[in-house]
């Protein structure tokens, strides 16, 4: 696993040169590609999102299409349209920017549900029907969506339907005095993206997607992913808890975060530091809880608690670790 680690890093390093102090977020978005996932950066403005889509497909030497998300979008300024050709006299697909291997889908909560809606077939199902006709999605693909938590004056609030397909909720947050002085002096001349350069090809990503999922995880693990899904259905501050699909996410994404620390098989800890990200956003806080200000994330740290970890136990592969996982 070392080889996944190596061209991981070159990727971390790589971006790091436009995004700068933050290496975790950027492992997050790593670990979302090599899941075959997608992300939604939810930051307020000039925090680098656009940024980091930008840095990450460049990087990867992936198409990169920009949707600005507005309330007069339309489904089919998304998916492409079907124009009929004079000359031909037969319909013709034009592709929309939907079609492409990195795509930023910005402000994503200011379109309306019904052009949120185009997206629904093509983050699942990675295809998008158009008059009748399926159109595949380039591989490898990816949706990196940006939203502002602050400002709610003319957005639509994504649907239960939609936030489950993001298999992980990113925040960047702002940057350090140091690292913002940093940031400064970089952009003196230029900005820094434009310096970005191709580091590895998107057929080796589509290796590491396969690699990974021989990453192990012991049935202890499995179990301990399930009661954590579990207990986010039952917690008295939820309203819906996270799905089935949370708990596929979060097992893929453990799997992803042992091959970036260089391991073939997932800790505890790998399960622990992804459950924010990846359980967070698919949780519906009941109305009573949010007059009391109850966050998602807090919820979480409270299964986290309560939910014990599994132990060490004899003959399997993460007893390995150098130290037994903490509750």
């Given amino acids: ?87 031909t006299r037969e319909f013709e697909f034009r592709p929309g920017p939907i079609i492409a291997q990195t795509v930023l889908a910005d402000e994503i909560n200011r379109a309306t549900p019904k052009a949120q809606s185009a997206l629904l077939e093509a983050m699942e199902e990675r295809q998008v029907t158009v008059d009748g006709t399926t159109y595949e999605m380039p591989k490898p693909f990816i949706v990196l969506a940006t939203q502002n938590p602050i400002e709610y004056e003319g957005t639509f609030p994504l649907p ?48 590491l997607q396969e690699r990974i999922k021989d990453i192990y995880l012991d049935e202890l693990i499995e179990e301990y992913i399930v009661s954590l899904a579990t207990a986010t259905r039952h917690h008295e501050d939820v309203y819906l808890g996270a799905s089935a ?24 800890d790998d399960v622990k530091a992804l459950a924010e990200a990846v359980l967070g956003h698919r949780l519906i806080i009941s109305p009573a809880a949010r007059i009391r200000n109850v966050a998602a994330s807090t919820v979480v740290n409270d299964i986290l608690n309560a939910v014990s970890v599994p132990g060490a136990r004899a003959g399997r592969r993460f007893d390995r670790a150098t130290a037994p996982a903490t509750g």
């Fill in 1 to 87: 696993m070392d080889t996944i680690k190596q061209i991981a890093d070159r990727v971390i390093e790589n971006v790091e040169q436009v995004i700068i102090g933050k290496r975790d977020a950027i492992e997050l978005v790593l670990i979302a590609l090599m899941c075959k996932g997608h992300v939604l950066l939810e930051d307020v403005p000039g925090t680098g999102k656009t940024m980091l889509a930008k840095a990450i497909a460049r990087s990867l030497g992936c198409t990169f299409k920009r949707i600005q998300f507005t309330p007069d979008l339309l489904p089919s300024d998304v998916t492409g349209i079907s124009i009929f050709n004079q000359q």
């Fill in 245 to 268: 699909r949370g708990s596929l996410a979060l097992y893929r994404a453990s799997q992803a975060r042992a091959a970036l620390q260089g391991r073939d098989y997932a800790l505890p």
């Fill in 160 to 207: 239960e339907a939609q936030l489950d397909r993001f298999l992980l909720r990113i925040h960047l947050g702002y940057a350090s005095k140091f690292d913002e002085i940093n940031i400064l002096r970089r952009q003196r001349q230029a900005h820094p993206i434009d310096s970005v350069a191709q580091v590895v090809s998107a057929e080796t990503l589509l290796d």
